[in-house]
């Protein structure tokens, strides 16, 4: 029977601009290169501008300190003193994040004396003067720079600015701060910031970043080296700034499915190990080697995504199935089906992924009805004759064939009242 087709549900409200899918160019030349690092058995990326684009452009991974987005911030609220803007904390939070770097110097091996004192000169406050040097002598120096990179650029806003207005849409990423400051934290560093010191590292979210972003002379972030801590315990709001005591930097978590993905099918981005590249085969066994199932699951990941669909699996797991399939994205559609993932042989017959009973399918079928969803069984046939060796390499999945099948549970009311219709 023909599955009838459901037009896929838009969010009610949608707070950003839809960006197509990173580009397939059969010209090397002219395709965008990512890097990720593959860390206990995890993909990430952590260059900024790699992390936005590749997550903005597919929809890809999620960010390891938030629900999907990266954008997680030492603070959500951000103000502007005195021209500067700055993340907004509380006395309390900000001591909780002194009780973390005193922990994290404490597991480095230094005394009590040491790390109180570490603490004491991070806790005290920064002179907004000195705040305003270090800023001017960053914003200068990358002037120059940029002009002897960019002829032309006299007079005129630089393309890589590291100090972003309010207005641009890098704020977020300037915003972000898992690593612990070193330079901060250091015994024998100042904790006051003067304009006698010779480099702007400590006021730059990303050293290695070369983000691009418009500059407001009049409105400038000296990232997430400084807070602002507000204080209401005396009767009366007192805010001042302060260092941070600790730098928490957003990476973007890949599945093994989309690493491979953007490795295999689309050529954007290489997987390091241990600083050295990992070559497509070597990613295709070890990732293998990780998850028995990944044949089967990169399987129907690929055949999906190359219907256009966005697939997620992290959502997935509350619903009890493999992964959700949004149209364009989740910001702008609800998912519209509940993939589960089974291998099968030509007469759909072999080792289930996911052993069935009725009951287990009618309560997953009911589930994924109750959240307007549909449920899809997405069968991956093996042929008989394909043997272990030829499933060590990617070569593989041409010879596989996906068949997916809806699973509508059947009510008798609706029954009965269709054919008393006819």
């Known amino acids: 029977m023909q599955a009838e087709f459901r037009a896929p549900r838009r969010r009610a409200r949608v707070q950003e601009e839809y960006e197509a899918p990173l580009p397939v160019s059969r010209v090397p030349e002219q395709r965008s290169h990512f890097r990720a690092q593959l860390i206990n058995q995890h993909v990430l990326v952590c260059h900024p501008d790699h992390i936005q684009k590749i997550h903005n452009q597919g929809f890809f991974g999620k960010g390891v300190l938030s629900r999907c987005r990266p954008n997680h ?9 005195e021209g500067l803007f700055l993340p907004v904390v ?25 790390v109180s004192q570490i603490l004491l000169g991070l806790s005290q406050p920064v002179e907004m003067e000195d705040l305003r040097k270090l800023v001017a002598k960053g914003e200068k120096e990358q002037k120059v720079e940029c002009e002897g990179a960019w002829p032309g650029l006299e007079g005129r806003v630089c393309p890589c600015a590291k100090w972003p ?15 612990l400051d070193t330079q901060t934290l250091k ?39 400084f807070v602002l801590v507000s204080d209401s315990d005396v009767g009366r709001e007192v805010k001042e700034v302060r260092r941070s005591p600790l730098s928490l930097s957003e990476n973007l978590q890949l599945s093994l499915e989309e690493a491979f993905f953007l490795v ?7 997987v390091y190990l ?27 990941y690929h055949h999906c995504r190359s219907r256009g669909w966005v697939p997620k699996g992290g959502a997935a797991a509350k619903y009890g199935v493999d992964f959700m399939l949004y149209r364009k994205g989740p910001p702008f559609y609800h998912a519209s089906y509940s993939v589960v993932i089974e291998r099968v042989d030509d007469a759909f017959r072999g080792l289930m992924l996911r052993p069935f009973s009725w009951r287990s399918l009618a309560a997953l079928s009911r589930i994924t009805a109750n959240v307007s969803k549909e449920l899809m069984l997405c069968y991956i046939i093996y042929p008989a004759d394909l ?6 390499s990617p070569e593989c999945l041409s010879r596989l064939k996906v068949q997916e099948v809806i699973v509508n549970r059947w009510v008798s009311s609706k029954e009965r009242a269709e054919q008393d219709d006819i």
């Open 90 to 114: 509380s006395q309390s939070r900000y001591e909780e994040l002194l009780r973390w770097a005193g922990a994290a110097l404490s597991a480095e091996g230094l005394d009590e004396e040491a």
């Open 387 to 392: 043997s272990e060796a030829e499933l060590d």
């Open 274 to 300: 241990k600083k050295e590249p990992l070559s497509i085969i070597e990613l295709w066994q070890l990732f293998r080697s990780l998850r028995p199932d990944f044949v089967s699951s990169y399987a129907a």
């Open 73 to 81: 911030s030492i603070s959500d609220q951000w103000e502007e003193h």
């Open 187 to 225: 015994p024998n560093h100042d904790p006051h910031p003067s304009s006698h010191q010779d480099s702007d590292s400590n006021l730059d979210p990303d050293p290695v970043s070369d983000s691009s972003s418009d500059s407001d002379p009049e409105s400038l972030v000296p990232g997430p080296g």
């Open 165 to 179: 207005g309010p207005e641009s849409e890098v704020m977020p990423e300037a915003k972000r701060s898992s690593s």
């Open 264 to 270: 295999y099918s689309l050529g954007c981005l290489s």
